[in-house]
């Protein structure tokens, strides 16, 4: 507030302050995948300098990258689908400058519809069944607080898709996965039965303001500390991915199967590196079959399903051809093969 020469009381508008200069942020994209495929062969090589040195020479960056996307493909609706949720919820409940600045609501205000109705179609299609109840509760919590912030001076709308909406979702998948929380509760899984019982009963309390007061404390800093750990989680997940096939070695003199990730072969030798983090060189003139085994594939922790849907497949794995389970090769398992023919 300034006084003009006559008296009278100016209003003095005080200059925003300068956008900051963010852009160096932008050099951790492509430096994020790097540090992590160095970390995967630092990991596998068992933190052995030479054996890292061997691998970098042979193993295919374009195998790690495809290790990475296969492995993560479920992160991106992860974070896509709770930023905007967190997002419009933060705006909806506070309507102060400050909730304007913070940058949940500025990444969440920044994404386009159709990126998130494409993370939605490509949850449903990657996420376990189990998970599912979640993302419908992200779906509609989005969709409710989409048409509240838009048209809050209509408020048929605004109940609508406030009120009415999330009850009736919440209706029909109770009477859809009814028969999937009666089978968790008796085999005692009791993560199962929440994962199916409670998202239906919080999506109507997702789809409306909270107090104001408490609005920064349960959408901004949930926010932040998962954007602060999830590159650890990332990391952590990646560290295990397969990248390299594992064969089973038969040589010519010796009774002993070889069992190791294979990282070349060439005219003269096979490299193997085994799951202790040596590496074997093994000419081929000594080896006298080569197997490739499959990855070991887990037992279902869960015996839940869903309409004869298994809550611990995805969409894809249910409806795409599977291969039929067989009997594990012998060589596979470190045990010679029987005799008999070899093919």
């Known amino acids: 507030m300034a006084v003009g020469a006559h008296g009278r009381a100016m209003t003095v508008e005080t200059p925003a302050p300068p956008a900051r200069d963010r852009q160096w942020l932008f050099t951790f994209v492509p430096a994020f995948p790097l540090l992590l495929l160095v970390l995967r062969l630092w990991y596998l090589s068992r933190q052995d300098t030479t054996t890292m040195l061997l691998l970098v020479q042979y193993v295919n960056p374009l195998g790690l990258v495809s290790a990475l996307l296969i492995t993560l493909v479920w992160m991106l609706p992860v974070v896509v689908l709770v930023v905007r949720a967190l997002g419009l919820l933060l705006r909806a409940s506070d309507g102060r400058a400050d909730a304007a600045r913070s940058w ?18 490509l949850a449903a299609l990657t996420w376990q069944m189990r998970f599912l109840p979640v993302l419908l509760m992200l779906a509609v919590s989005i969709l409710a607080l989409t048409m509240r912030l838009r048209h809050g001076d209509r408020p048929r709308t605004v109940r609508a898709y406030g009120v009415v909406l999330p009850v009736v979702v919440a209706v029909v998948a109770y009477a859809w996965l009814a028969g999937a929380i009666g089978e968790s509760v008796r085999a005692g899984e009791w993560a199962t039965a929440f994962l199916l019982v409670a998202p239906p009963a919080l999506t109507p309390l997702l789809t409306g303001p909270v107090p104001q007061r408490l609005a920064r404390l349960v959408t901004h800093w949930p926010a932040t500390v998962a954007a602060l750990v999830s590159p650890f989680l990332i990391g952590a997940i990646f560290l295990r991915a397969p990248v390299l096939p594992t064969v089973a070695l038969e040589q010519t003199d010796s009774p002993v199967v070889l069992l190791g990730a294979i990282v070349t072969v060439d005219d003269q030798m096979t490299t193997l590196l085994e799951a202790g983090g040596s590496v074997r060189f093994v000419p081929n003139a000594e080896v006298r079959s080569r197997t490739l085994c499959p990855d070991p ?11 004869g849907w298994p809550v611990e497949q995805t969409a894809l794995e249910w409806i795409a051809p599977s291969r039929p389970p067989t009997t594990p090769d012998p060589r596979c398992l470190g045990r010679p093969a029987e005799p008999g023919p070899t093919g």
């Open 104 to 121: 949940l609501w500025r990444v969440s205000r920044r994404m386009p519809d159709w990126v998130v109705l494409v993370v939605a179609g």
């Open 297 to 307: 594939e887990l037992a279902p922790a869960s015996v839940v399903t869903v309409h």
